[in-house]
């Protein structure tokens, strides 16, 4: 069966500082790779999408990047935290299209809370 | 562009009592739909999903959704509510294409008293 993992799950960090959030699927291979932030009170906001090994797209511009350095490892990046970057990180996956299964599948989360 | 519309922030039920949630979309075509649960600090987990063929859709922990065309809707329902389902539930809509975009409501955050 599928598991995707997120670490950490937890980070307090300095406004200005650098920030690496990872995320891993096991049990699949070629997914969509997907990371959303949650706001307190507010839907979920699609930040990147991958469709392959070094394939990003960005929904929205932001102070943030991803990676995408092998077929099931996604990793969020900032190179200084900004105080509005705080939120909830969540990392989801689904199959490729024409696989008849377009739900996607999310990790635990990691609370970012910048200071 | 696709969107979905929960109108409910928050509702509160008593146990035991039946549970409606209530979602409308906008979309071109036909729709993907899911609903989502969510308990605090962890993630989304799948309660059912919506693509074709019968519009009564039966999903995990007894709840079950109602496609309906006609009112672009999708509601979810319950029987018989038990306080673990407290939680924020999110209605979705994914549109077929590349990377197969969804669209989250903001959710309908649920709580039940005894």
């Known amino acids: 069966s599928q598991t995707i993992h997120q670490w950490p799950a937890t980070l307090v960090q300095p406004v200005g500082s650098p920030l690496s959030l990872e995320c891993t699927v096991e049990?699949?291979?070629?997914?969509?790779l997907y990371w959303y932030r949650q706001a307190a009170g507010r839907g979920l906001q699609l930040l990147f999408y991958?469709?392959?090994?070094?394939?990003i797209s960005s929904e929205v511009p932001q102070n943030l990047s991803a990676s995408r350095p092998q077929d099931r490892q996604f990793i969020l990046s900032s190179k200084k935290l900004l105080l509005s970057d705080s939120g909830f990180y969540l990392c989801a996956w689904s199959s490729q299209p024409g696989l008849a299964s377009y739900e996607q599948y999310f990790g635990p989360g990691t609370r970012l809370t910048v200071t | 562009a696709q969107s979905v519309t929960q109108p409910d922030i928050h509702i509160t039920v008593s146990e035991g009592a039946s549970l409606e949630l209530r979602c409308n979309y906008s979309y071109g075509a036909t729709p993907y739909l899911f609903w989502y649960v969510q308990s605090p600090g962890q993630g989304l987990q799948l309660l059912l999903k919506?693509?074709?063929?019968?519009?009564l859709v039966q999903g995990i922990k007894g709840f079950e959704a109602e496609f309906k065309r006609s009112q672009s809707s999708f509601n979810l329902r319950k029987p018989s509510v038990h306080w673990s389902d407290a939680a924020e539930y999110f209605c979705?809509?994914?549109?077929?294409?590349?990377?197969?975009?969804?669209?989250f409501g903001t959710g309908t955050k649920l709580q039940v008293i005894p």
């Open positions: 919506y693509f074709s063929g019968d519009t």
């Open positions: 049990g699949t291979s070629n997914p969509n």
């Open positions: 979705a809509v994914g549109a077929s294409g590349g990377y197969q975009k969804v669209t």
């Open positions: 991958s469709v392959g090994i070094g394939q």
